[in-house]
């Protein structure tokens, strides 16, 4: 097997590659679009179809702005060497050998980006950083408007691809109100690809977009599924009552505060009526084995680096 630095060089690399890879495949099909649209149903020729070419195309600019801000603005790191305001809580934290300071609850520290993520989601490598604390809302409105941006082209891609390969019957037998699409081979090769990423997408990222509104109306990371999860399976091996998760504070405020994460600095966090701050932080020392919470295979946060401060 190859050595840990070099499969991290090669993740180095292959995340840029990722990220062209996107920002591609959202030329293409915005393309593909406007070629089209303006064969099957010209803006300038009504309101209606005005709308529809501005509806397609505002949805392809959130898409762009929101994939930007994800990687742009960053997940936000803890600050190295940090630590809790009173000394005594420091019991109920890990600390970072690599950061030098103890992490904050909710955060992880990241091989790939190299710091403790506050309140970290994942590491996508589609924008190239953690999906965390500061850019979790910009991440979600992403997938949400590429969702239905694709959506909208797979369904329009089609028909205007239904009308070209029929235009000679449409010239001979049509009552001359049809749409008439033309395309050459690169078209239609180009426009067959839009058609098959549109959908992909749709299916792929539309399963992301579910898993993340749901995480979000809980206000629960993927992390935290994990750490959950194996904390249920000690707790009812041992016959301990029920976890109950200290940050699910009703889904109209944990929505909020998804969409809107300045409403706190992503190091200490509202917690639900009977449950204190440190609580999942305790649950988190507690289910570790000695192979951490996760699968072998599974390449997430690396709290192994993570040892109790030397004195």
């Known amino acids: 097997m190859p050595h840990y630095d070099e499969r991290r060089r090669r993740n180095k690399l292959s995340e840029p590659i990722l990220l062209s890879v996107n920002i591609r495949i959202i030329k293409l099909i915005t393309w593909a679009m406007v070629h089209l649209i303006g064969m099957w149903w010209p803006p300038h020729t009504s309101i209606l179809a005005a709308i529809h070419a501005s509806l397609y195309l505002s949805l ?12 742009l603005e960053g997940p936000g790191y803890v600050p190295m060497g940090w630590k809790p305001a009173r000394e005594e809580d420091t019991q109920y934290l890990q600390f970072c050998s690599v950061c030098n300071g103890y992490k904050a609850p909710r955060s992880h520290h990241c091989r790939k980006c190299g710091y403790c993520v506050k309140k970290m989601d994942h590491h996508c490598p589609w924008i190239n950083c953690c999906v965390g604390h500061e850019n979790h809302g910009y991440f979600t409105l992403f997938l949400f408007s590429a969702v239905l941006g694709c959506l909208h082209a ?23 109100r049809e749409p008439m ?70 889904w109209k405020a944990n929505f909020k505060m998804a969409l809107f994460g300045s409403q706190t600095d992503g190091l200490t966090w509202p917690v639900r009526e009977g449950c204190g701050e440190y609580d999942l932080t305790q649950v988190v020392g507690n289910t ?3 192979r951490g919470w996760f699968p072998r295979a599974c390449a997430v946060p690396t709290d192994d680096l993570c040892k109790t401060k030397p004195d």
């Open 60 to 71: 392809a600019a959130a898409t762009l702005y929101y994939f930007l801000q994800s990687l």
């Open 154 to 176: 797979s369904i329009v891609l089609s028909i205007c691809m239904y009308h070209a390969i029929n235009r000679v019957w449409y010239v001979h037998n049509g009552t001359g």
């Open 181 to 250: 699409i033309y395309l050459t081979l690169t078209t239609l090769l180009l426009t067959l690809l839009a058609i098959g990423m549109a959908i992909g997408v749709v299916l792929a990222v539309g399963v992301l977009l579910y898993l993340q509104i749901r995480g979000i109306l809980r206000n629960q990371t993927t992390i935290e599924d994990w750490i959950i999860e194996k904390a249920a399976g000690r707790r009812e091996e041992l016959g301990l009552p029920p976890f109950v998760f200290p940050y699910n504070i009703g």
């Open 288 to 290: 570790r084995g000695s």
